[in-house]
């Protein structure tokens, strides 16, 4: 049997598809399964040893001119077309998957009801089902349970890295003065997201009281306009951050957070990095949606095939060592990009330090700073 699984998503959805793809290959342990994701979001998977084949769509080739764009999709669907695949599941709602779905030429093909896209999108798939409203996790999971009749033997978001990645980060770690015994936190201040962003002077405010209490803080985040916000974070902040903002892969953060003993920012793929790595998360949430986005605990039982999200949708909640910070005003969540849709978020802007330290106060207190 050969299985197609198509996951054209960001990172943190990639990851929280993790357990929905094994629970297509436990089913079907002698199938050979298929996953195409984009290529940025490939290491989330890279190193699952129960996928056959990791196929990445460079998402760069619609930058190039039309010839070029051309001959690298032609060249990339050849990986897949006509492939004798006897199931496809496109897990996303997308163009794309469904076009890659129909050209797989499978047997038997899954996927979502649309709303949107190409006329007749929805007749390429045998079974089609409607998205439930809840959590990532339970979402993809929803799609292999219903689509394929299967239950799910758990729950778990794993996160493979390879023992060189672990030891590469310690390593890095040790050389930037991290110590046995030392309580580290990994703290992902921003995004290029701006309504998920915290106000900067906050942010210096927490990172602050981080050093004052001896606990080593390492920056993370990626691009350009990150760097000026964190350039602009650190103005506020005494001297003694660990910055690695636009130093680290994505192999290489997963690593770094791997060492770390808790994980405080806002709602971005770090946060899912760090709870399927298993380290307790302090996450601001403003508009988002708490319950299709909230970290993963993997250490709770779930009722199966429920399906439920664990999350209630507003306010200052917690999931096993977890813990979501979120105004529980009648807008929100309101998923919209910022107030108006205009770039800032008042909901989060409300949230104070004083209310976030007393929090984080706690959960500290639970930890132990042991190096992994």
Known sequence: MRILAIKLKQIGDVLLCEP??????????????????????????????????????????????????????????KNFFLNNYDIAINFASGDRGAIYSLLSGAKYKIGFFAKKGFVGKNLIYDKLLIEPDTHAVMHDLYL?????????????????????????????????????????????????????????????????????????????????????????????????VINLVGRLDLEELCGIIYHCHLFFGIDTAPMHIAAALNKPVIALFGPSLTHRWGPWENNLSYPVKSFQSPYKRKGVQSLGKHIIIQKEWPCVPCDKKGCNNKGFSECLGEIKPKEVINILQEKISQLSPVFP
């Open 20 to 77: 929905a793809l094994r629970a297509i290959k436990t089913r079907f342990s002698n199938a050979h399964l298929t996953v195409i994701v984009n290529s940025y979001t490939a290491p989330m998977l890279k190193y699952a040893d129960y996928i056959d084949e990791l196929l990445g769509y460079d998402r760069r080739l619609k930058e190039l001119s039309v010839l070029k764009r051309i001959k690298g999709e032609l060249n990339f669907c």
């Open 144 to 240: 292999v349970c219903e689509g394929l009749d299967i239950l799910p033997r758990d729950y778990e978001v794993k996160l493979y890295l390879k023992d060189k990645t672990i030891e590469d980060a310690k390593n890095r770690l040790r050389k930037l003065g991290i110590n046995q015994g030392d309580l580290v936190v990994y703290l992902h201040p921003i995004t290029h997201w701006s309504f998920k962003s915290w106000r900067d002077d906050y942010m210096a405010t927490v990172i602050n009281w981080f050093l004052k209490n001896g606990i080593k803080v390492i920056l993370g985040g990626s691009g350009e306009k990150e760097k000026r916000r964190v350039e602009n974070i650190l103005s506020f902040v005494n001297k003694g």
